[in-house]
């Protein structure tokens, strides 16, 4: 192995070749490596992706005969009155699948800053980290159950006297859809203080003290060292929380199949029914393109604000 | 300006005692270096005053003022850490200015007062730049400068520096010295490295194993150095020690001697001793002489030629190693035997427990 290894830049010495030849070999040597990578990513990303794009100006049931369609598909995307309601219900899913686990993430990280190491810091993020590894389906199942008439939610208001609150979550018009922005929010919940408390054990802790000895108070330390130490940590959890929500599928899918009415249907939900139950693979490809174009559309600024800046 | 007040001041980890009950008065104004090994207790003695680390037991005064439950920010002093500590995400201009703007300082006052640290320090051109863009030595410069606008009575360093290139190391250990002249602060400086703290220092505080060894002057710490440790840790290259016995008890001399050295008569205090009492002979490798009616034996095992002097490794009989740092350049071979002479008024004696039989200064 090392023999082999360190004949290789010695052979090159022996034999130099001239400088246009030896940078096109080192080119063909690059391509070479990146093949097997760019043809997963073509059979399995792009050619679906082009095919999406070219199902979205076609009227089809997915067997028969398809007809171009133009751009129709579009503008009913953008018009149709539910279909911009199932859209702008991802959007308020984005308000908890975000909001909450960031915030809360970014305290859990800064309260147990300092005890990272110890019994404490250790039981809490296996305790954070735990959803994570429930299956989603499992994690929708169970807080379905939470949230039904007689769950724990409901008894719980009514131990605390709080019976007028008590209702069907899943089933209700109003508090559906929070109900299950709050079950994303604790699928998610794990993972971004996972990685805001990772994040913060590499902030350098002399950074406090020297803070502490400029005067700053909690706040100041949080606001001045803690946010802009994690400021990718905290784009990536942006990132990956907003996609789950824009995209989500399978929590709806198993809590409340979108209902009641079409409160809780979510894009990711509509284009599976679109597709599979409607039989307008045009339509559905067509939703599938514009909820792409809005993910990557809400990801960009978060890219930009976070990216490290020299 | 303030001085400080170290009242038998002690430290736990759990169950490990840190510091051992550390009594010091600092005079205002003064440069003091806590010296002494890694692991000794320096750094924690250095955040107990900063107020980083709490206080287990004992008196903190700063001015007169008792400083342990005081929050950090309170407490008049500024800090240089080894790491800099600079807040990577801020220009220089905002490091320096930090503490300013959270003590809501008006902008003009600020900006007016990191500009004259900027000056001071010879940065104005860096005030820009983010920590990353900097090399080793402007970070010190911007650490540094981020102690001066805030006006402390009492700047603390701990091992300053520690990260810097050795050429650098004394060009900044100079400027250190000028600013305290300039400034008239107190000052506690902590490091590892002795030749840093004879160079700087008003006053060393010998620290090991949490306890202080010895305070004093560097020249004091050099000629009269109170016990073993202090003796071997002082000094450089450092001091030569041997096993000897008393032979004879003349008034304020002893005379010793042993299987490397023939009789040597020393001053020192004598009233405890007996003949035939073992001690331990102490010279510094600068105090050797070559001389052919010489005490001390050696068979040469090394020699480093610095041209100006010649550094002599030597194994006396006993197996004992020294050194010799001889003036100018000697013709010595590896495996001749050397014949040195000790000046008596500069070897010292230390009894048993490894005390110095000084005589009264
Ligand atoms: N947070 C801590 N917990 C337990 N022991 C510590 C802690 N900080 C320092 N120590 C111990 O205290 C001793 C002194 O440390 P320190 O003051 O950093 O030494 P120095 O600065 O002289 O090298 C060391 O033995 C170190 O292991
Ligand atoms: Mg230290």
Redesign the interface.
């Known amino acids: 192995m090392t023999e082999n290894a360190s004949s290789v830049p010695d052979a090159r010495h022996q034999i130099p070749l001239p400088a246009a030849r030896r940078g096109r070999r080192k080119s063909l040597t690059a391509w070479l490596f990146i093949t097997p990578a760019f043809l997963f990513y073509a059979a399995f990303v792009l050619v679906p992706l082009i095919m999406s794009l070219y199902y979205s100006f076609l009227r089809w049931d997915g067997i028969g005969e398809a007809r171009f369609h133009g751009l129709t598909n579009y503008i009913t995307v953008l018009t149709d009155s539910d279909l911009l309601q199932i859209i702008g219900n991802a959007f308020q899913l984005v308000l908890y699948f975000t909001i909450i686990p960031v915030g809360l993430g970014l305290a859990v990280a800064s309260a147990i800053r300092g005890q990272m190491n110890g019994r404490f810091g250790m039981a809490t993020r296996t305790i954070l980290f735990l959803p994570q590894v429930i299956p989603l389906v499992a994690a929708g199942i169970a807080w379905s159950w939470m949230f039904a008439s007689t769950g724990l939610v409901n008894q719980a208001l009514k131990s605390v006297g709080l019976s007028s609150w008590v209702k069907g979550w899943l089933g209700d018009f109003v508090w559906a859809l929070p109900a299950v922005g709050v079950i994303g929010a604790w699928v998610l919940l794990g993972l971004c203080t996972m990685l805001l408390v990772t994040g913060i054990t590499k902030i350098d802790t002399s950074l406090y003290e020297a803070a502490r000895l400029d005067g700053a108070r909690p706040w100041h330390e949080f606001r001045y060292i803690t946010l802009p130490g994690l400021r990718q940590e905290i784009g990536v959890c942006i990132t990956v929380t907003v996609i789950a929500a824009l995209a989500s599928f399978d929590i709806v899918y198993i809590s409340t199949q979108g209902g009641p009415g079409i409160t809780t249907t979510v894009p990711g939900l509509e284009i599976y029914r679109l597709a599979f139950a409607h039989r307008q693979v045009g339509l559905a490809s067509a939703l599938a393109i514009v909820l792409m174009v809005l993910v990557l559309l809400s990801i960009a600024p978060v890219q930009w604000f976070t990216r490290d800046k020299k | 300006m303030a001085g400080l007040s170290l009242k038998s001041l002690h430290k736990t980890y759990g169950k490990v005692e840190v510091i051992k009950g550390v009594d010091l008065e600092i005079e205002d104004g003064e440069f003091v270096v806590f010296v002494g090994p890694s692991g000794c207790g320096k750094s924690t003695l250095l955040r107990m005053i900063?107020?980083?680390e709490d206080i287990t037991g004992g008196e903190l005064y700063i001015g007169d003022k008792l400083c342990n439950d005081v929050?950090?920010?309170d407490r008049s002093?500024?800090?240089v850490?080894?790491?800099y500590?600079?807040?990577?995400?801020?220009t220089v201009y905002d490091n320096v200015g930090?503490?300013l703007k959270?003590?809501k300082t008006p902008k003009d006052v600020r900006d007016q007062k990191i500009r004259e640290a900027a000056r001071i320090l010879k940065m104005e051109h860096l005030l820009d730049r983010?920590p990353?863009?900097l090399s080793g030595g402007q970070r010190q410069r911007v650490a540094i400068g981020?102690a001066i606008v805030?006006q402390p009575e009492v700047f603390l360093f701990d091992e300053p520096l520690s990260n810097l290139d050795a050429a650098l190391r004394v060009d900044t250990r100079m400027e250190i010295a000028k600013l305290h002249a300039d400034l008239g602060a107190t000052m506690i400086y902590v490091t590892h490295d002795q030749v840093e703290a004879m160079t700087l220092a008003d006053k060393i505080v010998v620290l090991d194993a949490g306890v202080v060894q010895q305070v004093g002057s560097p020249i004091e710490l050099y000629q009269r150095p109170q016990n073993l440790f202090v003796a071997g840790f002082i000094g450089s290259p450092k001091m030569n020690f041997v096993e000897v016995a008393v032979e004879a008890v003349d008034g304020d001399t002893v005379t010793v001697a042993s299987k490397d050295v023939a009789s040597l008569r020393i001053p020192a205090n004598s009233t405890s001793l007996n003949i035939g009492d073992k001690l331990t002979l102490g010279i510094r490798p600068h105090d050797l002489l070559p001389a052919s009616n010489g005490a001390i034996v050696g068979r040469v095992s090394l020699v480093e030629r610095l041209g100006n002097e010649t550094i002599v490794n030597l194994e006396l009989s006993s197996g004992a190693a020294w050194l010799a740092v001889l003036e100018g350049d000697q013709p010595l071979r590896i495996g001749e035997s050397l014949i040195l002479s000790a000046e008596p008024q500069k070897a010292i004696l230390f009894d048993r427990n490894g005390l110095a039989l000084l005589r009264a200064a």
Do not use: D, N, V, W
């Not at chain 2, 500590?85 to 801020?90: D, E, K, V």
């Open positions: 900063a107020g980083l929050e950090p920010r002093i500024a800090m850490f080894q790491s500590a600079l807040y990577p995400h801020m930090f503490g959270l003590a983010k990353g863009q981020r805030r």
